[in-house]
């Protein structure tokens, strides 16, 4: 993973590149993305009829072919560039401009270990599916395959996977179960009537995995063992940290919870849960709630905060020292950012994912008002405004904050002090 500690601070501000000019260098130009560490911007650009390449900060790719299709640029988080690419009329996943070796009928959803070292891509081959890491796929492939997940070390891989073939009037088979989880392209044991989202524990050693047991009973399977309650419903599972049980929302009693290896650990129950998480210091659990109809908010250890929202809830996050917790509320359309039950005063018309400070004082996040991208700390509007801006990140020290942005056509890369925003 790219080193934040090691990022430049101290240059104000550099013009990494003029995009302006790739415009006329290309037939056209695609979404630009930013490095982590904001050096370097790229997009998928069209050379010619059917020709595609990547360029990185005005320079394309350097290749003995062009692509005849490519999307799905991503940075990963050691800073490497991905893309999906069409060759020879095969897909693959090309890195920092290497074609992985293998190639198949189609590829999709690239995801990236924690640290970025390790990358992997849903494929498809033949009609069979099979998920590829570091460009080898999995030895057995399958007629069907969701739900892909990668460990946070990138060492295990998973997926919900149909193993026996069901026809559309198999609706007995279908119930029976055709389906189950594959790790690293091995089948569980067990197949059920539904296999959905699903998690690793910390050392990649167990999978858990939201099942229906049949028509009507829902549960969470870990290893292809199911808990030994059913529910009316069950949401995605995660493990904690520490203690390596499984929390999953649940259905229950007429209202929904949160369960820990299928006990009921949340007293009060609510119109929805999801989106569970646990505090970086492990002694907290929160979750996004509905606690009436119609009203969503943030709910730690069970109790709802009295702030709510009547659109939405989303993006929640724990500061680094765990006392605080910040998300997004979405109320008449309007988006803000909810901290410690207070949500700020401004609303925008889009905002992201909150950010906390390294000593976790200060949130900004990325807000967006009449077309333009601008950052908000702690309440308080940037007074710059951008035609396309990244999510802010924070010196080690929290004195600055990093800026990727668009402006004029030009891609800049600035070290604000947040001084400036506050």
Known sequence: MSDPAKWDWDTGEKLVSDINQWQSDYKWVEEPYASP???KVAAIVNVDEGEFNVCVNGEAWEREANFEKAWYLRFSPDGRLTVIASEDMAWTVVVDGESWEESFDYVWDTRFSTDGSVIAAATQADGEYAIAVDGVAWENRYGNMNCMHLSADGKNSAAAVQTEPCGEPEIFKFQEGVYTAAVNGEPWDRNFTSVWNMAFNADGTRLAAEVRLNLY????????????????????????????????????????????????????????VWHQMVSPDNRKIAAIVAPSFGRWTMAVDGEPWALTFGDMVTDAVFSPDSRRLACLGKENERYTVAVDEKAWNTTFDMAWKPVFSPDSSMVAAKVASNGKYTIALDGKTWGRSFDALWDPVFSPDGKKLLCRCVENGKYFRRVVPVTEIK
């Open 37 to 39: 560490d904001g050096e």
């Open 217 to 272: 009973d829902y549960t969470i399977a870990v290893n292809g063992k199911p808990w030994d309650k059913v529910f009316g419903c069950v949401w995605e599972p995660i493990f904690h940290p520490v203690k390596g049980t499984v929390l999953a929302p649940v259905m229950a009693d007429g209202g929904w919870t949160l369960a820990e290896n299928g006990n009921l650990i949340w007293d009060k129950r609510f119109i929805q």
